[in-house]
Each structure stands twice: as C-alpha cells, then as structure tokens.
T-cell receptor
Framework: DAKTTQPNSMESNEEEPVHLPCNHS???????IHWYRQLPSQGPEYVIH???SNVNNRMASLAIAEDRKSSTLILHRATLRDAAVYYC?????????????FGTGTRLTIIP | DAGVIQSPRHEVTEMGQEVTLRCKPI?????LFWYRQTMMRGLELLIY????????DSGMPEDRFSAKMPNASFSTLKIQPSEPRDSAVYFC??????????????FGSGTRLTVV
C-alpha cells in the first residue's frame, strides 16, 4: 500500500479554519485519498474522499494538489467537537483490495 | 439505521478463557472488517469478509483467533484461549463494495477487552 505522512499533532483555536496536511508522494494514478477521524472513545468515522478534484461535503473540504502528491483536509470552522485523530489513507479499488490501512494520524486539539 | 452494532461494549475475562465478540453490520452492506486498536500498534486490520466469505485474514495474530460470518447480518470474532496481550479495543466495520465505487466504512463503537 502506498504510504501517507501526517504530522503527529496540531492545535487550532475554536471557530477558526483548520488545515490538516497529508503527504503521499508514492500515490498511484488509481489511488483514492480517504480521510477518517476518530473521536475520543469512539470508532473511526468517514469524513471525505477524492481522486483528483477538490471535494466538499457537510463535514469538510478536501483539497488535492495538482500532482496528487499531497492533500489537505479543511475544517472551515473548528469546534470543540472536532477534536479527534484524523487519518489520511490511500485506497486503490482496482485491485479488489477493500481494506483500509490506518497510519498513526494527526491528533487535533481545539483550544477554546 | 442503527449503524454497526457490536456487543458486548466491555468484556473482562481471565487469561485462558474463551472470548466471543459479536457484530451486526449495516443492512445492505456486503463487506465486514474486524480491527484491533492498541496504544502501541494503533488500528490493525485483523480480517475482512466480502459477501460472507473471508478474503484476507493475514492480520489475524495467531491460531487463537478465529472469525466467522455465517450470514450477511452477523459476524463473530473468537479468541481461545485469551491472553493478557489480547487486551485492546476491537472494532467491527461494514461497507458497501460495488466494483470500483468507493463507499465509506461505518465503524461500530467497539468492544473493550481486558484479559487479566
């Protein structure tokens, strides 16, 4: 599986935007970029995914670099409930490989 | 939709005892995954099923671990005999897999297992 690199931790002030980076320099042309987050004492939850174009949903936005070697998850206005570990994961569906391999993620702390 | 349902939420057992963890996936999902999470090793995939068939069990630690999916609405993960190093949070997740379409995983709330 192609590897992703994320900062171990980040802090942000409440009600400000948060940009969570992810590097994936060995990404293949068919890898999708997935983001999950894990709130304290809960299972991971799906946030967003994309292939080439930027994506928006009600939770967040995903900005993908033109060369696809990096991406950024954007939380437009962080709240205390966004404090979690955020995982950036590559997944290639074309090989029938349905599994998601989680790395260590970025622990996001929101400062009131 | 009730989501992925795991039971029990907490389990404390003595070393050497058999432990069975249970999972009910979301109705209509055709793939099911068992993960284990510890502080040291993070989230590890143990095994996953597609259409009730085990596809990849390379993450199962050893023969003491076994998983079954007798039908589309139920799966079990069994540890026999249990050891203290099996203490972890075990998550079940399900997903709809259809060709190359990407659908998100939905995780359960997990079972916290403590082996003393």
């Amino acid at each position: 599986d192609a590897k992703t690199t994320q900062p171990n931790s980040m802090e942000s002030n409440e009600e400000e935007p948060v940009h969570l980076p992810c590097n994936h320099s060995t990404i293949s042309g068919t890898d999708y970029i997935h983001w999950y987050r894990q709130l304290p004492s809960q299972g991971p939850e799906y946030v967003i995914h994309g292939l080439t174009s930027n994506v928006n949903n009600r939770m967040a936005s995903l900005a993908i670099a033109e060369d696809r070697k990096s991406s950024t998850l954007i939380l437009h206005r962080a709240t205390l409930r966004d404090a979690a570990v955020y995982y950036c994961i590559l997944r290639d569906p074309n090989f029938g490989n349905e599994k998601l391999t989680f790395g260590t993620g970025t622990r996001l702390t929101i400062i009131p | 939709d009730a989501g992925v349902i795991q039971s029990p939420r907490h389990e404390v057992t003595e070393m050497g005892q058999e432990v069975t963890l249970r999972c009910k996936p979301i109705s209509g999902h055709n793939s099911l995954f068992w993960y284990r999470q510890t502080m040291m090793r993070g989230l590890e995939l143990l095994i996953y099923f597609n259409n009730n068939v085990p596809i990849d069990d390379s993450g199962m630690p050893e023969d003491r671990f076994s998983a079954k999916m007798p039908n589309a609405s139920f799966s079990t993960l069994k540890i026999q005999p249990s050891e203290p190093r099996d203490s972890a949070v075990y998550f079940c997740a399900s997903s709809l897999v259809s060709g190359v379409a990407n659908y998100g995983y939905t995780f359960g709330s997990g079972t916290r297992l403590t082996v003393v």
